[in-house]
């Protein structure tokens, strides 16, 4: 089973703030070096980029830029009003799943999870959860990614020391680290939660 978090099928990328300034929908970041845009593509079928078996247009997402040394772009869940850093409880599911296009350039990439705070915050002080794999493929590839691949990446923002819960994740994150060559577009579809436990709630 699978739950969709993220399919692109729209025309823009969602972005905006929270109340405290906090960017919300899509983020994107680098080194000081960096500039990283991200953006939708649309893909027709029979195109270069196009999905296997693909029939009919697809959309995409499209990071792309300069990255000297880091860089990537970070979904932050928009509440239904679209200014509320929202959370979601994915403790019921076995691991995160993902469509990624690669260049066979050996770069780092990573996909993070942006999961709790701290208590009345109101600052960015997610706790983040990494996970790195080599672009050693050419074409798009679906990756999945149990929770117990993740490990805990310090950013010094303060963020809580209390274990991977899963049950207040506010986001999740694509990057390259020490790309080569330095400017890169990465291609991503489908992001999604994969195997349900049985007998536990879906996410709402």
């Keep these: 089973q699978h739950y969709l978090l993220d399919d692109f099928e729209t025309d823009s990328l969602y972005a905006g703030e929270d109340a405290y300034g906090i960017g919300l929908g899509?983020?994107?970041?680098?080194?000081?070096a960096a500039l990283v845009k991200a953006e939708i593509q649309q893909i027709a079928a029979g195109d270069p980029l196009a999905m296997p078996l693909q029939t009919g247009e697809n959309r995409v997402l499209a990071v792309k830029g300069d990255i000297p040394e880091w860089g990537g772009v970070t979904h932050n869940f928009e509440g239904p009003t679209g200014d509320v850093w929202a959370s979601m409880d994915w403790s019921t599911w076995l691991g995160v799943t993902f469509r990624v296009y690669g260049s066979n350039t050996g770069s780092e990439l990573l996909f993070e999870i942006q999961e709790n705070r701290n208590p009345g915050s109101m600052v960015n002080?997610?706790?983040v959860w990494s996970y790195s794999f080599r672009d050693n493929f050419s074409g798009w590839k679906q990756v999945f990614v149990p929770w117990d691949k993740f490990h805990r990446k310090e950013i010094?923002?303060?963020a809580p020391r209390d274990g991977r819960t899963l049950t207040e994740v506010h986001g999740w994150a694509f990057g390259v680290v020490s790309p080569s060559p330095e400017s890169v577009?990465?291609?991503?579809?489908?992001?999604?939660?994969?195997g349900e436990i049985a007998g536990l709630g879906?996410?709402?």
């Design 156 to 158: 010094g923002n303060g």
């Design 26 to 32: 899509f983020v994107t970041w680098g080194d000081s």
């Design 125 to 127: 002080d997610v706790e």
């Design 202 to 204: 879906r996410v709402d």
């Design 185 to 194: 577009t990465y291609y991503l579809d489908d992001v999604a939660l994969y």
